[in-house]
């Protein structure tokens, strides 16, 4: 099975819609703020389960958190969108939060570009933005998927 991790949709998903919709083994969508109503339509549309967090766009007051933790697949898997850890300077405030949640992979936005990287053990996953990509970041999610244990990440590209 596969997580699908998008972020930074800002209103503008049906590109987007159409490259998720030939994934095959999609268990759920996480959405990592800016703009959360982006994945009520999502969900509608190819009838996938959502979880999100808000970012610094969403309007919607407190009934989406900042912050959530899930477990899939046995991992501890940390949301954010990461305005409120800094994350365009670094991840370093970020790392933290990871530990002293105890989280396995960390999954956060905010900046735009994507990133894959590993401190310590623990994955960092930005999917990038799916709409407005910035430092000439092409539109872009991720996909993660986990396979004996191992966790596999990757980008894609719409």
């Given at each position: 099975?596969?997580?699908?991790?998008?972020?930074?949709t800002?209103?503008?998903?049906?590109?987007?819609?159409?490259r998720?919709?030939g994934i095959?083994?999609?268990?759920?969508?996480?959405?990592?703020?800016?703009?959360?109503s982006?994945?009520e339509?999502?969900?509608?549309r190819?009838?996938?389960?959502?979880?999100e967090?808000?970012?610094?766009?969403d309007?919607?007051?407190?009934r989406i958190?900042?912050?959530?933790?899930?477990?899939?697949?046995?991992?501890?898997i940390?949301?954010?969108?990461?305005h409120?850890?800094?994350?365009?300077s670094s991840l370093?405030r970020?790392?933290?939060?990871?530990?002293?949640?105890?989280?396995?992979?960390v999954?956060?936005?905010?900046?735009?570009?994507?990133?894959?990287?590993?401190?310590?053990?623990?994955?960092?996953?930005?999917?990038?933005?799916?709409?407005?990509?910035?430092?000439?970041?092409?539109?872009?999610?991720?996909i993660?998927?986990?396979?004996?244990?191992?966790v596999?990440?990757?980008?894609?590209?719409?």
């Amino acid at each position: 099975m596969k997580l699908i991790i998008i972020s930074d949709t800002h209103l503008r998903v049906n590109s987007l819609i159409q490259r998720i919709r030939g994934i095959e083994n999609v268990d759920m969508i996480l959405h990592l703020g800016d703009m959360v109503s982006d994945a009520e339509k999502i969900s509608r549309r190819l009838g996938k389960n959502t979880v999100e967090v808000r970012g610094n766009s969403d309007m919607v007051g407190d009934r989406i958190p900042l912050t959530r933790k899930i477990i899939w697949q046995n991992k501890t898997i940390l949301m954010t969108h990461g305005h409120e850890y800094n994350v365009k300077s670094s991840l370093n405030r970020l790392y933290y939060k990871a530990l002293e949640t105890q989280s396995d992979i960390v999954l956060f936005g905010h900046t735009h570009k994507p990133m894959i990287e590993t401190l310590e053990g623990i994955l960092f996953f930005n999917p990038g933005s799916a709409t407005y990509p910035r430092e000439g970041s092409l539109p872009s999610f991720g996909i993660i998927s986990i396979k004996n244990g191992e966790v596999q990440a990757d980008i894609v590209t719409i």
